[in-house]
Structure formats: C-alpha cells, structure tokens
C-alpha cells in the first residue's frame, strides 16, 4: 500500500485551520487567573486529532510553511516576530529552534541566547539587555531564555537579587507582582509598536528529564551538554513548578500568550511550535508589497533596456 504523501496528509487532517486551532486552543494561555500548571500533561500529544506519522508529515510542511511566510514577513516590512523559549534543563529547546527555523532565510532571523548577566547589564534595568536585542520589522527573533529568568532563576534563588544593585526599599515582598506588571506592559507596548510576542514554556516532565540527564552521560558525545549545575537545579524543581505557574498565571494574555508545550516527546513539541507560529503569522495577513503604475513603466523600461543591450 503506498503511503500518503505529507500533501495528502495535510488534507486528511485539514490542519489548516481548523484542527490547528484546536489542537493549539489546549496549549495556548491568554488569561492565567484560573492556571494551574497541574492540568497539563507534559506527555501529551493531541490525542485523537493526529498521530505520530501524521504529525512528522504535518511538521514537515509546516516548517516549509513558515518559510514562505517569514519571506513575505521580511518583504512587507511592517511586523516583528519575538518567539521566547522557557523551559527546565534538557526540555528541548535548542533542538526545538534548529528544527523548526531550519527553513528559513537565516539573514531574516536573529537568535539570542540569554546567559548569566554580566557587569554591563547589572547596571541597568532588568529588560535592557532584552531591548536591545529585539527583531528589527520583518524579522524573527528568538530568545533562548530571556527575561523571564527574573522571576525564575532570580525568584528560586533570591539571593541573587543582591547582585542587582538595586534600591533596599525597591526589594519588598511584592517584588515578583510587580515584575509580572513590568513584563505585561512592555509586552503590550511591543505588540502596540508591531512587534508579535510568542512565548513557549516547554513543559518536561521530572521523569523525563532524568532519562535525558543519563542519555547524556551514557554518550561521550552529549558529555558536555550537562553540568554539576543542572543537577543542583533539578534539586530545586518544585520550586521552579511554582514559579513557572506564577510567572503564566502573572503574564498570560491575549496580545502576549503563552503556549504551554508538552515537551516529553520532541516530535510533538516541535509541531505545536511550528504551528503555532504559522498561524500567527496567517493572522497578519501578510502579503508581498504592491508595485504603483508609475514603478512599473519604471521596470518595464529597465527591461526594456536589458533586452536591448
């Protein structure tokens, strides 16, 4: 029997629309008042709407989707993309960014991978470094981590508050609220400016993550992939539970949604990504620039002068 071709695939399934919409709608957070990060299962993998065969079809176009999407995204000139990526040690999402930009024009995207922050950016607000580096319009930008580390790392180890040099009297029991209100503002002044949000909380499982710890220290070549540090990490993981729930319940809205992503399989993790950023670039109608009457006489007489040379 001859297998379906991801074109046939995509029609079975019609995952463009509607069932894209529902498979994201289980995964995309707009209000986080009534959140719980207990209620979403990091195994997931949509159930009844595909399997896996379906999916790595679907995730195969998807990706060529994006591509030609990300072209009229640079050609119109009018929006940004910035896609954030959050998640525990070993969740994924390195492999996640490669895979699903593997299709596009790399002058059209810039990466930024969030490290500890250095002298520079301890003199200034928490969200400086990530200001400076937002996608200019008709680019994507992806943050692996981002400024959300403030009210992770910074909020399960608060001693690191202290390095930041900021006021005694700024430093009060509402601090965190308080950054979640910073996040929302300036996220909204992005969207308000052109500037599309995404963000990705790419949710392992502690059983999993421990397969994958030991998955890279059974292999020479994944050695360097894990440290002393993540197993101190992954001693804090409760800990990191509730902040990650906090920080959703604190951030989530429509202009600015977080998708909470199952991550135990990366095969299903990766497709929700992409899905999720195909249709929120459909949403913008993007198309390429239209050419006025009198730039076109202009072009017709360059060709003309080519023929003629």
Not at 219 to 243: C, I, M, V
Request: net charge neutral.
């Amino acid at each position: 029997m001859t297998k379906p071709s991801a074109n046939d695939v995509i029609a079975k399934h019609d995952l463009a629309p509607k069932n894209t919409r529902k498979l994201l709608k289980r995964y995309r957070i707009e209000d986080g008042a009534k959140f719980r990060l207990k209620d979403h299962d990091p195994g997931d993998t949509g159930g009844h709407l595909l399997g896996k065969d379906e999916a790595t079809a679907i995730l195969t176009l998807g990706v060529e989707r994006l591509a030609e999407q990300q072209e009229l995204l640079y050609a119109q000139n009018d929006w940004a993309v910035l896609c954030l990526f959050q998640a525990m040690d070993a969740a994924g999402k390195d492999g996640t960014i490669k895979h699903v930009m593997s299709g596009v024009n790399p002058q059209g995207v810039d990466v930024t991978s969030f490290k500890a922050p250095g002298p520079e950016a301890l003199d200034h607000d928490f969200l400086w470094r990530a200001n400076h580096a937002l996608p200019a319009r008709g680019k994507i930008g992806i943050f692996n981590r981002s400024y959300y580390e403030e009210v992770l790392v910074v909020r399960v180890h608060p001693e690191l508050l202290t390095r930041q040099k900021l006021p005694k009297d700024q430093i009060g029991k509402h601090i965190w609220r308080e950054r979640f209100e910073a996040i929302t503002a300036y996220e909204r002044y992005l969207h308000q400016q052109g500037t599309a949000v995404m963000k990705f909380f790419l949710h392992l499982s502690k059983e999993e993550q421990k397969r994958r710890f030991i998955s890279r220290l059974d292999h020479p070549e994944k050695n360097w992939k894990f440290s002393s540090a993540d197993l101190t990490e992954r001693g804090r993981w409760d800990d990191y539970q509730d902040a990650y729930e906090d920080m959703i319940r604190g951030t989530a809205t429509p202009d600015a949604p977080w998708y909470v992503v199952p991550a135990d399989n990366k095969w299903f993790s990766r497709l929700v990504v992409v899905a999720a950023m195909d249709e929120r670039l459909k949403e913008m109608d993007l198309k390429f620039p239209k050419v006025d009457p009198a730039e076109k006489t202009r072009l017709a007489e360059a060709r003309t002068k080519l023929e003629q040379e």
